[in-house]
């Protein structure tokens, strides 16, 4: 059984800053792209940021330049650190994997709440 556990989120004020991990555990033979995605009240879940194995990066335009997403493999780790927060970036996050174990799947975590002050 694969879980991802997140943690990091929680309450800043604009201009702030959070890093949130996530952590993968159980049967992993290997993780291809980790991500983080988000999702605001009312609206759809969107990309935030993904990284391949290989340690390739793709940025949603709304984060670039502010947001950087890095991984630890010995760790089975993804980060995401948030420099400049903005109001706008309230939401709940989630660490999303592509794990090669028992099965190749999709494994979603739990959600962190990141909330952004004015």
């Known amino acids: 059984q694969v879980q991802l556990v997140e943690s990091g989120g929680g309450l800043v004020q604009a201009g702030g800053s959070l890093r949130l991990s996530c952590a993968a555990s159980?049967?992993?033979?290997?993780?291809?792209?980790m991500g983080w995605y988000r999702q605001a009240p009312g609206k759809e879940r969107e990309l935030v940021a993904v990284?391949?194995?290989?340690?390739?990066?793709n940025y949603a335009d709304s984060v670039k330049g502010r947001f950087t997403i890095s991984r630890d493999n010995a760790k089975n780790t993804v980060y995401l650190q948030m420099k400049s927060l903005k109001p706008e970036d309230t939401a709940v996050y989630y660490c999303?994997?592509?794990?090669?174990?028992?099965?190749?799947?999709?494994?979603w975590g739990q959600g962190t709440q990141v909330t952004v002050s004015s």
């Open positions: 999303n994997a592509h794990i090669i174990g028992a099965i190749a799947y999709d494994y």
């Open positions: 159980g049967s992993i033979f290997s993780i291809n792209d």
């Open positions: 990284i391949s194995s290989g340690g390739s990066t």
